[in-house]
């Protein structure tokens, strides 16, 4: 069977190698709307494993890149739409570019082959298209640092269709054989808000643990006693988001949550109300670090002037190159008026803030800096705060997600941690 997946992104290319893995013939396609398919796909090599399943799809004869303004759409069974929806400049989802290729793709499919959309939407999208029956929503649960895990190996595999009573094509039930997870068939307006509500979810998850955390903070208890305390709550579970932090990040969760807030103009203002309050609460996590900067410049009199601030970690998360809704960047743009260091392992150099500097090594950052702030875990981080022989006794660390352990934090003048009120001294 041959599949066509259009979108040169990270969740195509993750899907690309997911199906050529199960013996199907694959072709990711850029769409007309994209620049040419050679571009550099190798920047998404910080999600593990997926350089090389590209490269083993590719030399097993699985995985092939083409252009979509050359190939004849009558050649496959099954077409799939892994476009990224796009974000303004103000972080709310703009669907026209998907409506586009949506358009153009039905306007070549002259056999009604299955088209499958996996981008993010907000329910009545599938519907406005007048599509019809060979449009299917597949809910994709995508996690980066373990985006090839969870494509392989869903819990689930959720469908949503024109009518919740459809049946599944053939084709698609070819495919769905595949894999081993239970399959979930609804309606389109139920699939898509089923993806919003998997992120709403999460969102609420990791904005308590940050309440919680902060709690913890000021009354001098310790998260991570709580946090396996509600791992062994079945209830919650040892897979809820209870890692403390600056916040949800990235593209993906906010995208929804903004989608919600888009779908609360035509509902009660008593619920905008709610979601308005957890935007903003979301929105003012990264000012933990700001607090913490204040407590070192109140209880030790550090001119604030002269103390030179390291940042340890740029991107969002560990496992990616991506910034988007970074605390880094959200922290430095708050603070405008004091000029940041920082080090990244997957950031160069970040031109549109003009009061970071970036360091090419982790040593330089630790020689300049008088207060470093941990705000992504990458190991090559941890493991130099852990072993290097550097002399930190007149630094002081902020660690935002609690990532360091006791023997290390002695090595500082004093610390904060998110989440931990007791003090090792």
């Known amino acids: 069977m041959k599949i066509l997946v259009v979108g040169f992104t990270h969740l195509g290319l993750v899907y690309s190698t997911c199906f050529a893995s199960k013996g199907f013939e694959v072709s990711l396609a850029a769409s007309r709307f994209e620049e040419k398919v050679d571009r550099e796909y190798l920047s998404l090599r910080a999600e593990p494993f997926l350089h090389e399943n590209i490269m083993k799809a590719k030399n ?3 995985l092939a890149f083409v252009d979509i303004g050359e190939i004849q759409l009558d050649d496959f069974n099954l077409i799939f739409v892994a476009e990224d929806t ?3 400049p103000s972080g709310f989802p703009l669907h026209s570019e998907i409506s586009t290729i949506l358009s153009y793709i039905d306007s070549k499919n002259l056999k009604d082959l299955p088209i499958i959309l996996m981008s993010q939407v907000y329910p009545g999208f599938c519907r406005s298209t007048k599509m019809g029956n060979n449009l ?3 809910v994709e649960t995508l996690v980066f640092g373990r985006a090839i895990e969870r494509a392989t190996k869903p819990e689930q595999i959720v469908l949503g269709f024109q009518d919740s009573e459809f049946i599944v094509p053939d084709a698609v039930m070819k495919l769905l054989k595949s894999f081993s997870s239970p399959i979930n068939v609804m309606s389109w307006e139920s699939a898509e808000l089923t993806k919003i509500a998997f992120n709403f979810m999460l969102s609420l998850s990791v904005l308590g643990a940050n309440f919680l955390a902060t709690v913890a903070e ?3 208890a310790d998260w991570t006693d709580v946090r396996k305390a509600l791992q062994l709550d079945s209830r919650i579970g040892r897979s809820a988001y209870l890692n403390p932090g600056l916040g949800i990040s990235g593209g993906n969760l906010p995208r929804d949550l903004n989608t919600l807030k888009i779908m609360m103009l035509t509902m009660p ?22 607090d913490c900067i204040e407590i070192f410049k109140s209880d030790y009199g550090l001119p604030l002037k002269n103390t030179t601030f390291g940042i340890l ?10 910034t988007l809704n970074s605390p880094a960047i959200k922290l430095a743009k708050f603070m405008s008026h004091i000029n940041f260091l920082a080090f990244d392992p997957e950031v160069e150099d970040v031109a549109s803030v003009p009061n970071i500097e970036t360091c090419t090594h982790i040593v330089e950052l630790f020689e300049r800096s008088d207060i470093l702030i941990l705000l992504t875990p990458w190991q090559e981080i941890i493991e130099q705060l852990i072993n290097s022989e550097f002399d930190f006794k007149s630094k002081f660390l902020v660690d935002a997600g609690a990532w360091i352990e006791t023997d290390t934090l002695k090595k500082f003048r004093d610390f904060k941690q998110r989440g931990k009120g007791l003090r090792v001294k």
């Open 60 to 62: 097993e004869g699985n």
């Open 136 to 138: 299917i929503y597949w």
């Open 313 to 322: 970690g740029l991107t969002y998360k560990a496992g990616t190159s991506s």
């Open 86 to 88: 796009q974000l303004d």
């Open 218 to 220: 000021h009354s001098h």
């Open 269 to 290: 203002s008593s619920h905008a109300t709610f979601l308005e309050e957890i935007i903003a609460y979301n929105d003012s996590q990264f000012l933990w670090v700001r």
